[in-house]
């Protein structure tokens, strides 16, 4: 079966831009989470969606939002880039939420 | 943002030693996971943990959740090359909606 994907790989934006990242999920897994993880540190959680629904939310500002998609795949934007969201950003897909989480491959985003 | 702290940051060993490596937190946590995450790649899952005082084994690798369940401990034996990579601690909070990482131990491996 086909782990947690996600698209594009890499990504280079400017500052001001607006970025969409997806994320399919491992078939079968309803949740999906979204980390950031600056080099050198661990991942920090930003969103988790489950059947559509928001449940939980780290301590990032409102130009980071999410959605989750019928078929579980998701999508993280984030308006307004800075410098500072220079990062690689992982999505983990889950059963539902309190399961294991499975992360995929990460999009590499860097703003210039 | 809140992070685990774990320790150590980095080691350098020989092969066929065995590592220790530990995290700790201010915070009780439900889950401790441990992952290895290699260059350009996702963290992936090694071991998770769900009790107070479990102690789990997936092969060469053996890590416990901490009695106060503050705690966690990962020990790998034998080491080989191919354990290089960085290793993270994550605890779950009780929701199960989130993960609260450590920074990190890198590991290098000297054949």
């Known amino acids: 079966d086909a782990g947690v994907t996600q698209s594009p790989t890499h990504l280079i934006k400017t500052r001001g831009q607006q970025v969409t990242l997806r994320c399919s999920p491992i078939s079968g897994h309803k949740s999906v989470s979204w980390y950031q993880q600056v080099l050198g540190q661990g991942p920090q959680f930003i969103f988790q969606?489950?059947?559509?629904?928001?449940?939980g939310r780290g301590n990032f500002p409102d130009r980071f939002s999410a959605r989750q998609f019928p078929n579980y795949s998701s999508e993280l934007n984030v308006n307004a880039l800075l410098l500072g969201d220079s990062a690689l950003y992982l999505c983990?897909?889950?059963?539902?939420?309190?399961?294991?989480?499975?992360f995929g491959p990460g999009t590499r985003l860097t703003v210039l | 943002g809140q992070q685990l702290n774990q320790s150590p940051q980095s080691m350098f060993i020989q092969e066929g030693e065995d590592v220790s490596m530990n995290c700790t937190s201010s915070?009780?946590?439900?889950?401790w996971l441990w992952y290895k995450q290699d260059p350009g790649e996702g963290p992936v899952l090694l071991i998770a943990?769900?009790?107070?005082?479990e102690l789990t084994s997936n092969g060469r690798l053996t890590a416990q959740f901490g009695i106060t369940r503050k705690d966690s401990f990962l020990n790998i034996s034998a080491s080989i090359p191919s354990d290089v990579g960085i290793y993270f601690c994550a605890g779950q909070n009780n929701a199960g909606n989130m993960l609260t990482f450590g920074g990190g131990t890198r590991l290098m491996v000297k054949p």
């Open positions: 969606y489950y059947e559509k629904e928001e449940r």
């Open positions: 943990l769900y009790k107070a005082g």
């Open positions: 915070s009780i946590f439900n889950t």
């Open positions: 983990a897909s889950s059963l539902d939420v309190a399961n294991e989480q499975f």
